[in-house]
């Protein structure tokens, strides 16, 4: 899994700022109940919505980042659960609240995986569930191309060059391992605003507010009772 490789430094491209805005969010539109964090990473968030009062449910791809999960909430004093989820899955439990942060949905490699995604999280939200995700903006992908740094700290070369699709970046990057090199590729794809919002009101979300960001926007959306989503 490319980000076992990853997960010693993944905090280091991980804006707080953007963290901050996601703890306010879910301050000002839910309550405490079972909280889905997708794509947790390190478990930064996991961890401050546990202490909030959530039932936190931690997952990712990548069983290294939760061990390091694992390892900070028994560090913090802080019960949450931890899984292996891919979006793309159907959850088989219903949540008060639903968060995929820092570009979980730009990996995602098209609109139509993008719609699934969605219509699976909107199946397992209770009604009147929040579901808060964030994307990058087509112009924030698009300077990615061309961007290249190399990391003494922690030993990898990293390059940035677009992909194949409008609004695709591929990163490729070179981690020292022991001494031998490690190569992780990721690929993101972002689509202008109105594509999610059209995706969003298809699948029967209602829109609460969006964030914009200088490299991204976060949107909250709610699964609306019955009645007025007919409306």
């Known amino acids: 899994m490319s980000y076992d490789i990853l997960a010693t430094f993944y905090d280091s491209f991980i804006d707080p700022d953007v963290y901050e805005r996601y703890l306010s969010l ?4 839910t309550s ?32 290294d980042m939760l061990q390091i999960v694992h390892y900070r909430a028994e560090q913090e004093d802080v019960d949450l659960e931890l899984g292996i989820y891919d979006m793309l899955d159907p959850i088989p439990i219903e949540y008060d609240t639903i968060v995929a942060s820092m570009d979980v949905i730009n990996h995602l490699t098209d609109l139509e995986d993008v719609m699934f995604g969605f219509a699976n999280i909107f199946k397992s939200l209770k009604t009147n569930g929040v579901f808060i995700f964030d994307v990058l903006s087509p112009e924030y992908v698009d300077a990615l191309d061309g961007y ?84």
């Not at 794509?39 to 401050?48: A, D, Q, R, V, Y």
């Open 26 to 29: 879910v301050d000002k539109y």
């Open 148 to 231: 290249v740094e190399d990391d003494d700290e922690y030993n990898f070369h990293w390059e940035s060059h677009k992909g194949d699709k409008p609004h695709s970046i591929i990163h490729t990057i070179d981690v020292d391992v022991r001494d031998e090199i490690e190569r992780v590729v990721i690929q993101e794809e972002t689509h202008e605003s109105d594509e999610y919002r059209r995706i969003i009101k298809s699948v029967g979300f209602v829109i609460l507010e969006e964030v914009a960001l200088p490299e991204r926007t976060i949107f909250v959306c709610q699964k609306p009772e019955k009645e007025k989503a007919i409306k």
């Open 32 to 63: 405490k109940g079972l909280l889905l964090d997708v794509g947790c990473g390190t478990g930064n968030l996991s961890i401050e919505f546990a202490k909030r009062g959530f039932d936190v449910m931690a997952t990712d791809l990548s069983m």
